[in-house]
């Protein structure tokens, strides 16, 4: 199983000892790249970790840690900053930085915050613990250069989308390929934090607003919480900032065409951050800055986006708190899980949205149509938000899923996740539920380093299996339920079977010869009149298998004794008490 590192003892110590000191923090004076390049630059690597080591030698309440390895071999870091944390179940906020260092305006927003903190510019309530992890694509940011974001408005110098291996950090959080996600997986779960916040810039459409936000999907997260971030956290964050003259919209999501005929909600699949959060039920929002925007007005208002999000988290601090603990309590007593979901085209809501008029004008460079945003004709419209999804699907969980010891792989992935398994401990023949693969589609590309499936169906055979001593036992009822279905099912997007852990199976390992197998399938038809009744009709009703002698005999070996069990037998196996 997994362990603990030891950062999570000393970030205990840490606040235990603070807790109890009442020492007056100096006057932390240190201007960052940022504010000596006059809000044109963004600090360097270097830079940000000696800023942090700096906040933390001049303050009781600051505390930074190295988490493990990344792919660049640097090791992570987080930053806790506590003034009392000695309150009664304390919320736990966690800001995560240059997941896409191309991005880094809370690389910059984050410093300037923990500098007002420690300056008390602004205050961190106390029943608030801070977390910041400087940043997390570590590689990426190394790799600094100024052509890589060719829509962006600044700054001068920039990091890479790519991590030390090229993966984009913000499509691996189910998959886990990189040591970035290990590391991020153990500062998370060590955390377990209510709400988590995520700096980005966008891309997409012209528009009025610096500020957009992604809420994950709140119909998807579900039940209690979903209901919580949508009616009463969203609408009051947008209020807040509009109360500071800071004026926000959701993320918008279209790209290739304006935003005047509607846009739905983003959709956040556990690969993505937000989506992999919201397996244990925390409060996660991502802030996007727009990319065209000046740099300087991007930072300094995602920092104060960021107080606010750290205001109204404090203030409903006893609600984020218990509706998690409902959501765990509430999917645990669920007997089915709902998937595949989709927009809901008849609920919606209208945005008063500030906009630029647009036109399709003659390209010079292409001779056809291109769009051009007027910035000189701002307006405000009615448009369409939708921001309800409804799944399409669902299954019933089982009371538990096996996994064989030979899949060590996803033996590791669920011990990273703390997810809470037995072996057997003697050979056991156990009644399950198991899959064959019916059928998948594979994208033609490489998508983030693998040949993903998608539109995967799946047949379901009630059997008795031997299970072996070693292999895996995992409970669903555990705080990790969402997490271990949406990995195990082979049915769901983001599942490890879609994500190609289980692609040996999809392989015939034997085969047969025609002259040889034709006398044995003679016999089998005699014996079998059922199969004999079944290969009459498709020979009748399908021409082309009737015209093609090897296409029969393929048919009649996958139907005899003599085909191998293997093939797109789905190796996880579902048990209900």
Not at 322 to 349: A, G
Not at 479 to 500: A, C, H, M, Q, T
Request: charged share 25%.
């Amino acid at each position: 199983m997994i362990k603990i590192r030891p950062f999570l003892l000393f970030t205990t110590l840490f606040l235990i000892f603070y807790s109890c000191d009442t020492t007056k923090s100096k006057k932390f004076d240190y201007n960052i790249r940022f504010e000596y390049s006059n809000g044109k630059e963004t600090a360097t690597y270097d830079e940000m970790i000696a800023f942090y080591q700096s906040a933390e030698e001049n303050s009781p309440f600051v505390n930074i840690e190295t988490c493990g390895k990344t792919d660049s071999d640097l090791p992570l870091h987080l930053v806790t900053y506590a003034k009392n944390s000695s309150p009664e179940k304390p919320l736990h906020l966690l800001i995560n930085n240059g997941i896409h260092p191309g991005e880094p305006d809370g690389i910059d927003a984050s410093m300037l915050l923990l500098r007002d903190l420690i300056n008390e510019k602004i205050e961190l309530p106390n029943n608030v613990i801070l977390h910041i992890i400087p940043a997390y694509n570590l590689g990426g940011m190394l790799n600094r250069n100024s052509t890589t974001r060719a829509n962006q408005n600044g700054p001068k110098d920039y990091g890479f989308r790519g991590n030390a291996r090229n993966y984009d950090l913000n499509r691996d959080f189910i998959k886990m390929d990189t040591k970035n996600m290990e590391a991020f997986a153990e500062i998370y779960h060590n955390i377990n934090p209510d709400v988590y916040v995520e700096t980005h810039v966008s891309n997409g459409a012209d528009y009025q607003y610096t500020l957009t936000h992604l809420l994950t999907q709140h119909n998807r997260l579900g039940h209690g919480l979903g209901e919580f971030i949508e009616k009463e956290f969203k609408p009051e964050l947008e209020q807040n900032l509009r109360d500071k003259d800071l004026w926000i919209t959701p993320y918008v999501n279209v790209f290739g065409r304006t935003p005047e005929a509607g846009f739905s909600q983003f959709l956040d699949s556990p690969r993505y951050s937000t989506g992999y959060t919201s397996l244990w039920n925390t409060l996660g929002l991502m802030i996007e800055t727009h990319m065209l925007k000046p740099y300087d007005e991007r930072v300094y208002k995602t920092k104060a986006m960021l107080e606010s999000i750290i205001e109204l988290s404090a203030q409903h601090q006893d609600q984020i708190k218990s509706k998690r603990e409902e959501n765990f309590k509430t999917f645990n007593n669920d007997s089915f899980y709902k998937f595949d979901y989709v927009v809901d085209s008849t609920q919606f809501e209208t945005l008063d949205f500030k906009g630029y008029e647009a036109k399709y004008i003659n390209s010079k460079i292409t001779d056809q149509k291109r769009l051009k945003y007027d910035t000189t004709q701002p307006f405000v419209k009615p448009v369409k938000y939708y921001n309800h999804y409804k799944a399409k699907d669902s299954l019933r969980i089982p009371d538990y899923y096996i996994v064989k010891a030979a899949w060590k792989k996803v033996i590791e992935k669920l011990n990273i996740n703390q997810v809470k398994m037995q072996q057997l401990e003697k050979d056991t023949l156990i009644k399950v539920e198991r899959y064959r693969i019916k059928d998948y589609k594979t994208v033609n590309s490489p998508y983030e380093g693998h040949y993903l499936h998608y539109n995967t169906e799946v047949i379901t055979i009630k059997d008795s299996v031997l299970i072996k001593k070693g292999d895996w036992l995992i409970p669903t009822q555990q705080r990790g339920i969402k997490y271990i279905v949406d990995v195990l099912e082979p049915e769901l997007k983001d599942s490890f079977f879609n994500w190609n852990f289980f692609d040996s199976i999809l392989q015939r390992k034997e085969g047969f010869s025609a002259y040889v197998f034709e006398d044995y399938a003679e016999e089998f038809l005699k014996n079998n009149p059922d199969v004999n009744l079944d290969f009459i009709m498709k020979k009748t009703s399908d021409e082309a298998f009737r015209n093609n002698a090897y296409a029969q005999l393929s048919w009649l070996y996958q139907q005899s004794p003599l085909y191998e069990k293997a093939h797109l037998n789905y190796p996880i196996f579902r048990v209900f008490d």
